[in-house]
């Protein structure tokens, strides 16, 4: 079956620096996505990787490697508003997106 | 403002009765979704339609059925409601198809079956 892994849940304090991990398990792959949503709302996209590396964007950068089956974002200088959900989703290969339930990362001052 | 809508916002339904959640987008993107959302679940995808005039199954399609009569609109309906159904249902749209890029999600529906 296809199966994508991220921890529930995790804690960090404002300024610090955090990696959420993802692993997949998928028939094919045809790129990996991060989404953040914040309690109550709606996903909003934040990352696209489909080749193996790093790719930064401000204080967020993303991290493939497909042949780990692997990803990580990295949040940098944390905010308090950065206190969401963090979607892992991947698109197999019949272009379906597989989603991770989430990790919900906690900021504390 | 260019974007997706959802209506209604909210809704607590009776078992049994029919419901139709709609759907809107104005960015003439080709592929739409709907989704549901439940608490320690990912996004589980219940139908999709890559394009007007055509429409596919997700991973939970039962009990669920869709049209895609034009490019802006998608709605969802319950033909009849039962509680398992109770979730927060997000509509998507993508310029391309499937999942080969970026999906737009509508700010949700909560639906409560009693």
């Known amino acids: 079956g296809q199966n994508i892994d991220q921890p529930t849940e995790m804690t960090a304090t404002e300024g610090a620096i955090v990696q959420i991990n993802c692993t997949y398990q998928?028939?094919?792959?045809?790129?990996l996505f991060w989404y953040q949503q914040h309690a109550g709302e709606a996903p909003t996209f934040l990352s696209y990787?489909?080749l193996d590396g790093l790719e930064e964007k401000g204080r967020f950068s993303s991290f493939l490697s497909r042949s780990k089956g692997y990803s990580y974002l990295l949040l940098k200088e944390l905010q308090m508003k950065d206190s969401a959900s963090y979607l892992c989703a991947v698109t197999d290969s019949n272009y379906q997106l597989i989603w991770g339930a989430g990790t919900k990362l906690i900021i504390k001052p | 403002i260019a974007g997706i809508t959802q209506a209604p916002t909210s809704q607590i339904l009776a078992a049994g009765r029919r419901m139709t959640l709609r759907c809107t987008q104005d960015?003439?993107?080709?592929?739409m979704y709907w989704y549901r959302q439940d608490l320690g679940l990912g996004l589980r995808l219940i139908h999709y339609s890559n394009t007007a005039g055509t429409t596919g199954k997700g991973e939970v399609p039962d009990g669920y059925s869709v049209s895609r009569a034009n490019t802006d609109d998608f709605p969802l309906t319950l033909a009849s409601a039962v509680p398992s159904q109770t979730s927060v249902y997000f509509c998507a749209s993508s310029e391309g198809t499937s999942g080969s890029g970026e999906q737009f999600f509508g700010p949700g529906t909560r639906l409560t079956v009693l």
């Open positions: 998928t028939s094919g792959f045809n790129g």
């Open positions: 990787n489909v």
């Open positions: 960015m003439r993107h080709n592929a």
